[in-house]
């Protein structure tokens, strides 16, 4: 089982029937989430539900738990299932943990019984997925529901010239995803119980591309567009007012298309024209407080990557962060300018020593900070633990066979302190991708790549 031991258990086991009838709230009525209970029980059950007004899910006779201040509660025996929770999300979550449960006995899907009230060690669980030119749609859906059955609690969704704009249709190459083809992933994502989080960088990456690959998706279709950006193209010319208004229209096309939320992620990383002048620097805490005041007039937070506003000091323990501020000085005085209300997202994806000392110096200036795993995510999760940070992003940018697994291990350390590794962490993580987004028999879309021999870059 993926989310927790076998200590939970008790004798006995509840069969499901193949044709099983439950009582449940209507957040669990979600077609994905019929689904889910299909795939989970290896075809061997469907599943039909009527509502109920309460925050719960019952097939059979079993006592209904109580949560006791527990995030869900979930109760087995051979005559029933169970879980309750206190909101639509903590049922969802609860109702994905028994899907978990469910193994092939001799005489078919079955659940062991016993009596589970868990509680996340950490509450703000994102994960960031970028949508590149080569992303297929399918690529897309199944990410969403892996990270669904992980109860992961948000999902970053960026597009890398992926989503044709109303504002400025050189924001996409020619071959982008309309908006009705990602709106019903988006709510695939909202029923799997995810906050859908908008994201569009504001400063550097301007290009939507890596930079090692020197494609730019506005400029290699129309150079006229120069005045939008800096001299080499990667940053965004944020001095200019049409530039401003134009990152202002495309932050509202994505939050409609997202739907309700708390967050925005404005960028921010890498913006390597950045020369640490005095006058920069005010000018771009000016723009940032500026982007801050008006997402927070609609409810929305500001998430901003870090690496910009910090200094890798020699005292550090570790040689291995990513810091571009040039001396203590530059970073004390960004950090001392920008307004609180922004979220810090630190991301030390080489540094290995516990605690992540740079995640501490956002804190202490005043900032929620929120760590940033990818493929080595082990120091990064037990520094938001042990440090009580706001919460956990992690990242998978280009590497899906190497990131996923980890996706996965970041998830379940949010939940149980002891995580899995190697081998079992692949194999537990493979199989719940399996059921999360069955291939079909399509081999391209079994696993977490399309091919199993590929060149990383």
């Not at 960088?201 to 150079?223: C, E, F, T, Y």
């Amino acid at each position: 089982m993926f989310f927790h031991d076998q200590s939970c258990y008790q004798d006995g086991v509840f069969s499901i029937p193949d044709n099983a009838q439950a009582t449940a709230h209507a957040c669990l009525q979600a077609p994905v989430l019929q689904e889910f209970f299909q795939s989970f029980s290896f075809h061997l059950s469907t599943l039909s539900i009527t509502n109920t007004q309460e925050l719960c899910f019952c097939m059979g006779q079993a006592p209904c738990p109580s949560t006791d201040g527990y995030a869900y509660a979930i109760t087995v025996t051979p005559q029933g299932v169970s879980v309750r929770a206190g909101t639509e999300q903590d049922l969802i979550f609860g109702y994905i943990t028994l899907l978990d449960m469910i193994r092939a006995g001799e005489a078919g899907a079955e659940i062991p019984c016993c009596e589970l009230r868990e509680q996340p060690l950490i509450q703000n669980r994102m994960v960031h997925f970028c949508i590149f030119p080569e992303t297929e749609l399918w690529e897309l859906e199944k990410f969403v529901r892996f990270c669904g059955a992980l109860k992961y609690t948000h999902i970053i969704l960026e597009f890398w010239g992926m989503l044709h704009y109303d504002c400025l249709k050189e924001l996409s190459w020619s071959h982008a995803f309309q908006k009705q083809e990602i709106a019903p992933i988006i709510e695939t994502a909202r029923t799997l119980g995810m906050q859908v989080i908008p994201m569009f960088n504001h400063w550097g990456h301007a290009s939507a591309s890596r930079i090692m690959h020197g494609k730019h998706v506005v400029l290699d279709q129309n150079p006229t567009l120069q005045v939008y950006f800096t001299d080499t193209g990667w940053c965004w010319d944020i001095r200019r007012q049409k530039t401003r208004a134009l990152l202002r229209k495309i932050r509202a096309e994505l939050i409609e298309l997202c739907g309700e939320g708390d967050y925005f992620h404005i960028g921010c990383d890498e913006a390597y024209d950045f020369t640490y002048s005095k006058e920069e620097m005010d000018f771009i805490c000016d723009f940032l407080n500026d982007v801050c005041d008006e997402l927070a007039a609609i409810g929305r937070r500001a998430i901003a990557w870090g690496d910009m506003l910090v200094y890798n000091r020699p005292s550090f323990q570790s040689r291995y962060y990513t810091a571009a501020a040039p001396s203590e000085a530059c970073e004390e005085y960004l950090l001392s300018r920008l307004d609180r209300r922004i979220i810090i997202a630190d991301w030390q994806y080489h540094a290995p020593i516990v605690p992540i000392e740079t995640a501490l110096i956002f804190r202490e200036a005043g900032f929620d900070c929120l760590l940033c795993p990818w493929e080595q995510p082990d120091a990064c999760l037990k520094t938001v633990s042990q440090e009580g940070l706001y919460g956990v992003l992690h990242t998978t940018w280009h590497t899906l066979s190497a990131a996923m697994p980890q996706v996965a291990k970041s998830a379940q350390y949010c939940w149980q302190e002891q995580p899995d590794n190697g081998a079992a962490l692949s194999a537990k993580s493979a199989s719940l991708l399996r059921k999360s987004f069955p291939a079909n028999g399509q081999y391209e879309q079994a696993g977490w790549a399309k091919h199993q021999i590929g060149v990383r870059t």
